[in-house]
């Protein structure tokens, strides 16, 4: 899952960008008693800057000081590490720039292409309705509505999200 507030759930930001990429996979780098593989952390380190465009001057530059859509990546990235079958972006582009955000749409759909599930939680309708085969609206934690995206609209996303009656 990559956390709505990336700042406080997603990085360490002293921490530098590699480690904070391979933090949730270091089972992973490490063999017989613990000791870490460290030429194996780096390749993976290098491997996923790489394949996720993420723009950095060094891998152990402190990710606090990369720029949101960066930090956004490197998340993608420590995630991806893990080969998940499903990945929960929560605002996935929230106080990114434009150019980061377009990366990141890529990256999405590249994901759906590749067979991972990808849930989208967003408060930005032009995002849900350009990323979703589905739009699910959601009120207290409940369904009320589930829509498929055959050229679905904001206005009806936005009826169905005013509608007083519950999904049954």
Not at 109 to 138: C, H, K, T, W, Y
Request: proline fraction near 4%; hydrophobic fraction near 45%.
């Amino acid at each position: 899952m990559v956390p709505e507030d990336r700042k406080k759930d997603g990085i360490v930001p002293l921490m530098g960008v590699g480690k904070n990429i391979t933090l949730a996979a270091l089972a992973d780098f490490s063999g017989r008693a613990s000791v870490l593989d460290e030429a194996a952390e780096q390749k993976a380190i290098l491997d996923a800057i790489a394949r996720l465009w993420v723009k950095t001057a060094s891998p152990e530059l402190a990710i606090g000081r990369l720029s949101g859509g960066n930090q956004q990546k490197a998340i993608l990235a420590k995630c991806l590490l893990l080969n998940p079958q499903i990945l929960i972006l929560d605002e996935p582009t929230r106080g990114i720039d434009i150019g980061a955000r377009f990366e990141i749409y890529k990256l999405i759909n590249q994901l759906v292409r590749q067979g991972i599930a990808v849930i989208v939680i967003s408060s930005e309708l032009p995002e849900v309705l350009g990323l979703s085969d589905r739009v699910l609206v959601m009120h207290e934690g409940r369904i009320k509505a589930d829509l498929p995206n055959n050229q679905l609209t904001q206005e009806q996303v936005m009826e169905a999200a005013l509608r007083s009656e519950n999904y049954a």
